[in-house]
């Protein structure tokens, strides 16, 4: 299992590796769960109670599902830990930010330099999401 | 026109910084052409047959003076003298070096414009009508709304990685310029019964290997939800096109597949759950974006001795006749210059020319012209009285081809000739048409002639009323011919006649159908009219027999 490289979340992080969403289901005392690109996101909401952790799987960086998954968790109010994992590439680990990824145990570990430039580089942005930052048209009209 | 304010500056602005860290990374070997891939795709540089190139987004095809000054100017500075003017209503450059695009990048935001996901697997830039704000027929301006969708749209967190790329336009008027039910969401601003505007939704339509017209899912989403609504089509989209297969992951794959109502569904289902987000920007937004758009002072008659056009000079008049568009506001039209000389390369325009262009539109249009998906450039508000002016000088320049609409102005993709992923080229294939039939084209009137140099159909082979399609047949070029295909709101796909021809063959195949429709065509029928009444058997006869 690959690394955690950034975590910005300041509770004690879970120990165990995920379990495929077919077995979360049986395994009640499961706390953490790992959801593949074609994986139904929404069959975790009746637990998200329980679950501590989710790792979202891009095994090429371009299958874009994840970023659905995230966001779709964080909108039906998971508070845990999200972790990208797979081919996490630093031009997409600010969009990842942005749809409520607060881990990232990227299969190749990001330049240092690069991934603080990727995480910094748009203070301003057009959607709002869940990351809580106000859009520009929010700041617009104020 | 919108202006970009500190917020929008700041964005493209980052943009540029980004794109030069990346760049840098390339040139000195951090990363490999493979992660440079997709993040040169995310800024519009492709690596082509002989050079890079670039394609800058024109959104919604409006450009100011200053905007297409510039243009002109890179086309002189980093590239071989030309742009060619896309069927996006974009622009791209041919021959284009990689250690250059971060300087060119900062040119174009120095006058508000990018190239932000004008390629790769996202959202791309919205097109719209070219008479935008001109014409006698919309409802309102449509361009609002796609300035709306392009703040929506750019870096969309949850969107930057679909199953593959996706296209939307958006109109107001029942006469469809814009080939609206030929993207993945065309959106029409309607007015319904109450008197109220909203967004029709057609979700679906496409060209490429299997062309789809766009179904209606929703005729009327009001307009304070239209973002929300189109959020949702997305999310649908992005979880479960087809990613399996290239060839079968553009939305009307997904739509075809699940069936518009199964997928309508699904839509609403998660429009429903997106409307607790509060995601949609406040109709305030739409206000401050709609009073960027208000008309331009035009003049009103009484103020100026006379806005009649003069007629007396028979090329000017032959001009009028073909290329210009009645307008709202009366003592005003909407003139449209052909980048479709004879024997030219369609949509291509030298840098000199640009400028001029640029001028012109400031000195004749309120600072303003369009991008047309046709591939040509639209002054919207012209003052008749000035008309022969304009039009001396454009004819000065080489831009006065008074060809609108005939079959000389053509669309064509780059084809063969820069393109690495076609079959046969284009161009050629477009200069030896518009040469043999030059005589002939005022005579035969309207016929949408359109050809691509692959499958891919960048060209809107299956839209035109002659559509021509390059294809590899055991290693040599050849090419299939189509008929019937229109797009508007009478929109229907061409089908093909038979085999297909060489490059000479079909331009003998297509003199023998506008000469077959010549002897056919009765009282006021286009050749559109002609084939949908005679039928593709007699037409096929006169090409094959
Ligand atoms: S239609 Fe094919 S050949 Fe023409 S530009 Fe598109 S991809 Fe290239």
Known sequence: MAEVQYRFRDDEPVADPGVTVGAFGEQSNASAVRLEPGDEARDLIPHLERIRLVEVNFPVFGDGRGYSSARILREAGYTGELR?????????????????????????????????????????????????????WAKRHG | MYRYDTYDQAMVDARVEEFRDQVRRRLEGHITEDQFKPLRLMNGLYLQLHAYMLRVAVPYGTLSSAQMRMLGDIADKYDRGYGHFTTRQNIQYNW????????????????????????????????????????????????????????????????SFLPRKFKMAVIASDTDRAAMKLHDIGIQIVRNEAGELGAAFYVGGGMGRTPMIAPCINPFVPLDQMITYSEAALRVYNRHGRRDNKYKARIKILVHELGKDEYTRQVEAEFQHLLGQNIEPPLAELERIKAQFADPPFEKIGTVPTFEIDRSDPDFALWVDNNCLAHKQSGYIAATISLKPIGGIPGDASG???????????????????????????LPHVRKDQLYALWQQLDAAGLGTPNLDLVGDIIACPGLDYCSLANARSIPVAQKIGQRLAAKQQEIGELKLKISGCINA???????????????????????????????????LGQITGPGFDEDGIVDAVEKATQFYLAQRGEGERFLDTYRRVGMPAFKEAIYG
């Open chain 2, 458 to 492: 960048c060209g809107h082979h299956h839209a035109g009323h002659i559509g021509i399609l390059g294809v590899d047949k055991k290693g040599t070029e050849n090419y299939q011919l189509l008929l019937g295909g229109c797009e508007g709101a009478d929109t229907s």
């Open chain 1, 84 to 136: 990208a994992v797979g081919e996490v590439l630093v031009d997409q680990i600010a969009f990842m930010r942005r749809c409520g990824f607060d881990a990232f145990a990227p299969d190749v570990p990001l330049d240092p330099a690069d991934a603080d430039n990727a995480f910094g580089r748009y203070g301003e942005v057009y959607q709002p999401t869940i990351d809580g930052l106000a859009p520009i």
């Open chain 2, 352 to 378: 000199e020319q640009i400028r001029l262009m640029a001028d012109l539109a400031r000195d004749y249009s309120f600072d303003e012209c369009r991008v047309t998906h046709a591939q040509n450039i639209v």
């Open chain 2, 96 to 159: 284009i070096k990689l250690e250059d695009a971060p300087d060119i990048l900062a040119d174009l935001a120095k006058v508000e414009m990018h190239a932000i996901q004008t390629s790769g697997n996202c959202i791309r830039n919205t097109t719209s009508d070219q008479y935008a704000g001109a014409a006698a027929d919309e409802v309102v301006d449509p361009r609002p709304y796609a300035e709306l969708i392009r703040q929506w749209s750019t870096f969309h967190p949850e969107f």
